[in-house]
């Protein structure tokens, strides 16, 4: 066993400066020894070192790890300076298995001036993984929190800050305000969006450009978001040129627009300076639907509005000259509502909107005239109360259309049977229209197809190569009990023709 104080005054020093636990820093000095121990040795063996922690002393140990015998090399150990066959182990240790060590004392090298120079590297290493965990350790729980730093270096257009106590955080130029100026010595503020553990390069990973920076931002300057008074509820932007925030109050006392743009709009001008001028629409938030998507194409005023629910989608209609002011420049404005909505959102002419609706109501109306048989002026009204469709008339109740002021109970009873009169014929006609249908030739002598199935496709409307060709694989499976690759298969030879005509031939 060699004694040696020194170690624990080494361990005692590094310990203090950098803040590390002191077993890292024993751990870096037996790697260091068994390093160093291995040097000395002609051939490459294998060693360990264990420090007493408590009084400096230490032993060192060669050793073998034990291992099957590998018939294809010759003596069945691939390092035998370092490896030992089992039979050979169990006769020192019964107990042994493969995997495990065999260890035997050999003489330490002494802890001076080389021990201590292979040392350096695999200390520094050590400690160097240390502060890294430690920051890791530090900041895993402050990712989502707004951080300040002072930039340190520019590599590149990404920018390092410099967080204090030795710690650095990237802004990837990706997530740079686009043109933003910045120097050497600047302090800038982002949003803490990762933090990893890496043995190289950055650990902590900031943006600019996150909208949830936009929010802490907000949460800082104005008071009444830090207490919860209001609430940012969504946020949207294109860095550094524009972006909406949805606001909404918890207290019927106060008005969120104005608490968030402050007097004289010195608080949404705060916001602006720290993001390269970055202009900020604060937007009410409502929970109609309809009215919040008004709200947030702010500054352009909306004539009208048409929700498709199924496709979660709102038609916007503005006056021509509001249009280019709806659609913001490079299709800004409304894009930043579609984002801050959720919903998309299609900015169309009023004028052209109202023309377009005009010739569909005209459209339902002769309809209604045409197969109801009916006048004018009861069409109209029908129209001008919402009515789209044959079965919307036949299947509404009653009692609703009894509400419209022109109509009486003769009246609805009257319509309501014709209406239903109409789906029947028209649902007889289909089904004699399927019926007597017959495959033609193209169909028919189409490779793959079979006279029964070509009959039962006619059944089903598919009358031709062309109507097959418009299937989906899972509209044939349904039709038929063939599998996916025939159906597939099939769809495919239909759409010969298509490719043909693409090339030329």
């Known amino acids: 066993m060699t004694t040696n104080k020194e170690i624990l005054l080494v361990v005692d020093v590094v310990s203090n400066e950098k803040e590390i636990d002191k077993e890292i820093i024993f751990q870096a000095l037996e790697s260091a020894l068994e390093a160093a121990v291995i040097k000395r040795h002609e051939y490459k063996i294998k060693a360990r070192v264990a420090i007493d922690r408590a009084t400096g002393d230490y032993e060192t140990f060669r050793r073998w790890e034990v291992v099957e015998a590998d018939p294809e090399i010759e003596g069945g150990l691939e390092f035998p300076d370092a490896q030992m066959l089992l039979e050979d182990a169990r006769k020192i240790n019964p107990d042994i298995e493969v ?28 400690v160097r993984e240390a502060e890294r965990k430690k920051i890791v350790e530090a900041y895993q ?27 650095e955080a990237l802004i990837p130029r990706e997530a740079m305000i686009p043109r933003e100026s910045v120097r050497i010595g600047d302090k800038l503020r982002g949003y ?15 943006s600019r450009t996150a909208p949830e920076l936009l929010i802490a931002l907000f949460r800082l300057e104005v008071p009444e978001v830090g207490e919860g008074m209001i609430e940012i509820l969504a946020a949207a932007r294109d860095p550094g040129s524009r972006a909406k925030i949805a606001v909404k109050t918890n207290d019927p006392r106060l008005d969120p627009v104005g608490a968030c743009v402050g007097m004289r709009g010195s608080r949404v001008q705060a916001v602006s300076n720290e993001l390269a001028g970055e202009r900020v629409d604060i937007i009410l938030w409502n929970e109609n639907e309809a009215q919040f998507v008004i709200n947030a194409m702010s500054p352009a005023e909306v004539v009208s509005i048409v929700v498709d629910e199924d496709k979660h989608s709102m038609d916007i209609a503005v006056a021509p000259d509001s249009l280019s002011q709806a659609i913001g420049r490079g299709g800004q404005n409304v894009r930043l509502a579609t ?91 289909s089904e004699e229209k399927i019926e007597t249908a017959h495959p033609e030739q193209d169909l028919l002598s189409m490779q793959g197809m079979t006279e029964e199935l070509a009959h039962l496709l006619a059944s089903k409307g598919i ?38 005509a693409d090339t030329g031939e």
Request: charge should be negative; aromatic fraction near 6%; proline fraction near 3%.
């Open 463 to 500: 009358v031709c190569m062309e109507d097959l060709a418009e299937l989906s694989v899972d509209d044939l499976l349904d039709i038929t009990d063939m599998d996916e690759q025939q159906a597939a298969k099939l769809i495919m030879t239909a759409r010969e023709p298509w490719f043909a």
């Open 339 to 429: 984002e801050l909505t959720g919903w998309q959102l299609n900015v169309i002419d009023a004028e052209l909107a109202e023309q377009q609706s005009e010739e569909e109501a005209n459209k339902v109306k002769q309809v209604f005239m045409e197969q109801l048989d009916i006048e004018d002026d009861i069409a109209q009204i029908l129209v001008d109360v919402g009515f789209n469709t044959i079965e919307e008339l036949a299947y509404v109740p009653s009692s609703e259309m009894l509400e419209i002021e022109e109509f009486d109970e003769e009246l609805v009873t009257e319509l309501k049977s014709r209406a239903k009169d109409v789906l029947l014929i028209n649902a007889i006609v």
């Open 141 to 167: 729980d402050r990712v989502g929190e707004l951080i300040t730093g002072v930039v340190k270096r520019i590599e590149k257009g990404s920018v390092y800050l410099d967080l204090g106590g030795n710690v």
């Open 99 to 126: 995997g495990e060590f065999i260890e035997e004392p050999i003489e330490s090298v002494e802890f001076g001036r080389i021990a201590a120079q292979a040392a350096k590297q695999v200390m520094i290493q050590k």
């Open 192 to 206: 803490l969006l990762d933090v990893r553990s890496e043995p190289r390069g950055p650990q902590l990973f900031v």
